[in-house]
């Protein structure tokens, strides 16, 4: 092969993996790709991984809305990029507000949207059309401890970096969403259902690709 066509040729591969391999973020006109809209539980996990902060409704033991439902905003990982477990981690203090309502019911529900990140945007779909995928999750929110701590540590504080300076004296923890049930809204056909096992069990390697 010719020097020129050798280099021409590297030089397409390198393109192929460039856009292949993400680094989408920083390319200008390279959009996220969403995995296949049928595989809804690579969907949850690829929407799970990518947002940074979620909303959370507990329930409220607060007046005058003592068991309405009560709905927050919280900075959550799932694990370090590209590092996805699928479970939502929290750093927690007992002074916040919903905290008061998980000590006394930790059943709640946290919904996240790929609206946070630019495919809805790039794409032009409003935060609430189905096509700018959203997942609903059912649970409880659960503290944490031993190696599941550290990983959340290292899933929170590698996306969050500013939380290693808020101030010790608030008494922070590490919780996780424990997941009983999850809705996906992504494209048309209605809300769909994935059981926690058949979440966990769709693998993250291969929504690696799709990841920026
Ligand atoms: C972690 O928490 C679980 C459940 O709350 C408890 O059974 C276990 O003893 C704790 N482990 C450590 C190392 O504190
Ligand atoms: C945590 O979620 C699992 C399902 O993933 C469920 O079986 C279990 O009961 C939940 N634990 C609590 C304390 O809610």
């Known amino acids: 092969m010719s020097a020129p066509l050798r280099t021409g040729l590297a030089l397409v591969l390198g393109l192929i993996w460039f856009f292949s391999c993400g680094i989408c973020a920083s390319v200008p006109g390279c959009r996220l790709q969403i995995p296949p809209h049928e595989e ?24 005058p809305v003592v068991g309405q439902p009560f709905s927050n905003l919280f900075s ?23 905290v008061k309502d998980l000590q006394v019911s930790p059943v709640s529900s946290m919904s996240m949207s790929l609206a946070q990140t630019d495919y809805c945007r790039d794409s032009g779909y409003d935060p609430q059309s189905p096509l700018c995928a959203h997942i609903i999750l059912s649970g409880s929110v659960l503290p944490v401890n031993g190696s599941e701590a550290d990983f959340a540590k290292k899933a929170l504080f590698s996306r969050h970096p500013e939380m290693m300076d808020w101030p010790l004296d608030h008494g922070w923890f590490f919780a996780k969403f424990n997941i009983t049930l999850v809705w996906v809204l992504d494209y048309f056909g209605g809300v769909k259902t994935v059981s926690p096992d058949e979440y966990f069990q769709a693998s993250p390697e291969q929504n690696r690709k799709y990841w920026p």
Not at 43 to 61: G, K, M, N
């Open 76 to 98: 959550i990982s799932d694990g370090p990029t590209a590092q996805s477990s699928g479970t939502p981690y929290l750093y927690l203090t007992p002074m916040e507000i919903s």
């Open 40 to 63: 809804v539980a690579r969907v949850a996990r690829f929407v799970a991984h990518l947002c940074d902060w979620a909303s959370l409704a507990t329930v409220s033991s607060r007046e």
